[in-house]
């Protein structure tokens, strides 16, 4: 199995009702309306930026079915179904072939960390991707979360199993994408994870990006990819330094609450992350907006560049 995976994916923010806290599917709806009305290639549900681990499996199950009914045939669903468990990740990417995923997002184990060897790792792939109905994406998760770091053998190694199709890095560093793109299979297909970088990995031929920024500059995200594929080069970087400063302020620095927080300033369905995650405090709030209008965007109809 395999399934093309260039140009820009959203990984969405989980919109949580401000009195219930319960699942905002409403909120979703409209988040997901905004984002398809530019050109990216996908969605990713369950996610770092859709506070996953956070999400009870029956809200995981919700956003896959809402998700799914949004998407048209020219659109992709990535399900985010990482466990520390093989058997519960086997389950959740069942799942999520059930309820119509393209492709699964798979983090690595990384609660016991120190049993998690290499040999580990590739035992635990390799049960997922034999039983997964559906190709599987690696997912190296962002080093300043709880995660561990994949060698650039055990990459290689992943790459070089059925039904393992590719990898979401979110390192955010150009030479690890560039060493990955020389010693992976010619047909793996490396996503990088940080809007900070698009550009030039896709240069060096990585195949696009499943952004967090993505969410609150589709438009520039998949701008970015579409410039890149006409060759014009010159486009690209400028929208890549549009880009840039919004990732690395609100998605590097403040995370989930900083992208939802963002959300709000456009008029998107942001609101506050689920604790223990906490929302920004008022100057970071400040912070944001004022990143945001600096930029030209302070409605969703101004993310139409």
């Known amino acids: 199995m395999s399934v093309d995976l260039r140009g820009v994916f959203v990984p969405c923010t989980s919109p949580f009702d401000s009195v219930t806290g319960e699942l905002d599917v409403i909120g979703l709806e ?33 956003m896959l079915r809402v998700t799914q009914r949004k998407l048209g045939a020219s659109h992709l669903l990535i399900a985010g179904t990482g466990a520390e468990s093989t ?48 190709p599987v994406i690696v997912y190296q998760v962002p080093l300043r979360l709880s995660t561990l770091e994949f060698s650039e053998k055990l990459v290689t190694d992943l790459s ?8 979401k890095d979110s390192r955010g560093d150009i030479d690890i994408v ?12 490396i996503l990088v994870g940080s809007g900070a970088i698009l ?42 330094a549009v880009l840039s400063p919004v990732h ?20 998107l369905r942001g609101g506050y992350p689920r604790p223990p995650l906490s929302p920004l405090g008022a100057s970071d709030q400040e912070k944001v907006a ?11 109809e101004s993310l139409v560049r």
């Open 30 to 62: 409209t988040n997901l309306d905004s984002y398809l009305s530019h050109p990216i290639r996908g969605i990713v549900v369950g996610g770092s930026t859709g506070e996953a681990v956070l999400l009870g499996e029956n809200e995981r199950c919700e």
């Open 178 to 189: 560039k060493n990955m793109i020389a010693t992976t299979q010619e047909d793996f297909q």
């Open 248 to 267: 690395n302020t609100v998605v590097g620095s403040m995370g989930v609450p900083g992208v939802k927080a963002g959300l709000d300033v456009l008029g």
């Open 87 to 134: 058997r519960l990740t086997i389950h959740r990417c069942c799942e999520a072939a059930d309820f119509g995923a393209d492709a699964v997002l798979v983090q690595p184990p990384a609660f016991y960390r120190s049993a998690m060897t290499e040999p580990v790792l590739m035992k635990h792939y390799s049960e997922v991707a034999e039983i997964s109905p559906i």
């Open 160 to 167: 070089q199993l059925d039904n393992i199709i590719g990898i």
């Open 199 to 240: 550009a030039p990995c896709l240069e060096l031929g990585a195949a696009g990006g499943i952004l967090a920024v993505a969410n609150l500059a589709p438009g520039v995200a998949a701008n970015i990819y579409a410039s890149f594929a006409t060759g014009d080069l010159a486009e690209a970087t400028r929208q890549q």
């Open 290 to 300: 004022q990143l945001l209008q600096g930029i030209g965007f302070d409605s969703v």
